[in-house]
T-cell receptor
Framework: GESVGLHLPTLSVQEGDNSIINCAYS??????FIWYKQESGKGPQFIID?????DKRQGQRVTVLLNKTVKHLSLQIAATQPGDSAVYFC????????????FGAGTRLFVKA | SAVISQKPSRDICQRGTSLTIQCQVD?????MFWYRQQPGQSLTLIAT?????????ESGFVIDKFPISRPNLTFSTLTVSNMSPEDSSIYLC???????????FGDGTRLSIL
């Protein structure tokens, strides 16, 4: 399938190290945030989410941090594995009467074995 | 989580023609959306597909170019009309049970226009 993220920022990490992927979001009214992983030829896959009344949430090997003051979101992946190689997108959900989810620019994670 | 299927998975089309992409969800969902992902870029929201009413389009997208149907709570179509090479892209359908829940995505339709 086609590759996504050919022109996106790239983060290269050694297998076993921790990865931190950062994202700046745009709308101070956003109240729900999501991290997605996209592998080549596939649609985005949900990883973890966080609501605006929280500043940290942990999942299995992943942690999301939210700093509303500076509109910043980060995804931490512990003990990064080759299978984590993909493009990662943050997304913010905005309530405008209806809900819509807007995606950030994305980061390509490359894990070196 | 909802399983989302799109058809076709890919197509190569002649300029000036139109193509309709189908999106089927395996459960009833409140919200369905259509996105475009150009090569090497992020996802851009085209429109929200509203069940029983006209779709809500984002800035830069119009109904004449991207007509959308949503006849029920599990199905939607997106038509790319009068295609030009600039429409070559991945088109993705997504669905959410309700507003503040993660949207799930299909694997997209890869469209190339010659």
């Amino acid at each position: 399938g086609e590759s996504v993220g050919l022109h996106l920022p790239t983060l290269s990490v050694q297998e076993g190290d921790n990865s931190i992927i950062n994202c700046a979001y745009s709308n101070s009214a956003s109240d729900y945030f999501i991290w997605y992983k996209q592998e080549s030829g596939k649609g985005p896959q949900f990883i973890i989410d966080i609501r605006s009344n929280m500043d940290k949430r942990q999942g299995q090997r992943v942690t999301v941090l939210l700093n509303k003051t500076v509109k910043h979101l980060s995804l931490q992946i512990a003990a990064t594995q080759p299978g984590d190689s993909a493009v990662y997108f943050c997304a913010e959900t905005i309530n405008t009467g209806g809900f819509k989810t807007i995606f950030g620019a994305g980061t390509r994670l490359f894990v070196k074995a | 989580s909802a399983v989302i299927s799109q058809k076709p998975s890919r197509d190569i089309c002649q300029r000036g023609t139109s193509l309709t992409i189908q999106c089927q969800v395996d459960s009833q969902v409140t919200m369905m959306f259509w996105y475009r992902q150009q090569p090497g870029q992020s996802l851009t929201l085209i429109a929200t597909a509203n069940q029983g009413s006209e779709a809500t389009y984002e800035s830069g997208f119009v109904i004449d170019k991207f007509p959308i149907s949503r006849p029920n709570l599990t199905f939607s179509t997106l038509t790319v009309s009068n295609m030009s090479p600039e429409d070559s892209s991945i088109y993705l359908c997504s669905a959410s049970a309700q507003g503040e829940q993660p949207q799930h995505f299909g694997d997209g339709t890869r469209l190339s226009i010659l």
